[in-house]
């Protein structure tokens, strides 16, 4: 029998549940409730947070059923629960948050059987799109929660979760852009999943400029800090007359030709001011994306703050995006090898403030031809 889209719908929802659990199998009761960093939540937070949100749209938006418990909904709210306390909230405990997390992927399932889906006028279930929200959700969580392991001494992270080995890359080091119009962003749902601030796709001007084929790495960065005596990436410390980075408690030479990761925007400056470069704009990068190498290494800092588009219409909540326009963040453009495939496109913006390294984030420079 083919497969249908509701097939294909459980099956990867099915698929973004397993590498969830396979990146929290090895690890103790005690390990998921702690708290290593008051920016980074405990992952037994993330756990329930991934249920609860599921269940918010997949079962009570969408199916129109009362929740399991209606006192989580406040706890597992990222916008009403900053990081820093949510170690001391009342959650769900590990015995708790497991089969949580298996009655609500029950209910969901069920409501997906009973939902006219491809024919439906719902904007959210047109084209699938809150199924694919939430996919999106988990696998941006296990990003998260990847950045947080870093921390845990000894974790042995799955095979198929650690950074690839980078690849040679044919071609000249630079790419020249002429200047000229350039479309920028996502265009309806109707051409395929995106996010509220993605959208609208519009036309920006952009003068000439060249940028660099390949991200920044961990040999140009040492050149760096050996002639400014700059702070290094996180994870990095001095032995002697060599770098050794310690993630996950062991400590290792960072690979010369990988691309320099845990730099925060003001390091990511400061490089390329000191490389006689600057940071491209987010409309440089993704005006030029096709044409680069290194992607899905590392989410790349640019210059732009993050900021509405012209036309920005907030879709399903304006808590996603909208809170976050205009409030010091800063755009960040590729991808990093943390980060699910699905979620890599040229148009995805991702965000933080300019002082934080936990995320997986490095440098591409560019500059005025």
Known sequence: ????????????????????????????????NRVYSPILSPLIWDLGHIANFEELWLVQTIGGREPLRGDLGGLYDAIEQPRRIRGELPILSADEVRPYLDEVRERTLEVLGEIELEKSEDPLLRGGFVYEMLLAHEHQHNETMLQL???????????????????????????????????IGAGSLDEGFSYDNERRRHAVELTAFEIDRSPVTNAAFAEFLAATDSEPPQYWRRDGSRWVRTAYGREAPPDPAAAVVHVDFHQAEAFAEWAG???????EWEAAHDQLAGLGQV?????????????????????????????????LRGGS?????SVIRPSFRNWDLPQRRQIF???????DA
């Open 1 to 32: 029998m083919a497969e249908t889209v509701k097939d294909g719908i459980a099956e990867r929802l099915a698929q973004a549940r397993r590498r969830t659990l396979r990146l929290i199998e090895p690890l103790s009761d005690d390990q998921l």
């Open 149 to 183: 392991l870093q921390l845990v001494d000894g974790y042995e992270p799955p095979e198929d979760e650690a950074p690839p080995s980078p690849a040679a890359t044919d071609g000249p080091e630079t790419v020249r852009l002429e200047a000229g119009s350039y479309e």
């Open 277 to 283: 470069k600057r940071l491209p704009s987010e409309q």
């Open 299 to 331: 989410w790349e800092w640019t210059s732009s703050e993050f900021t509405a588009y012209p036309g920005f219409e907030a879709f399903p909540y304006r808590e996603y995006s909208e809170a976050f326009f205009d409030q010091g963040y800063e755009v």
């Open 337 to 341: 090898w943390a980060a699910h495939p």
């Open 361 to 367: 984030a490095g440098i591409r420079c560019a500059w």
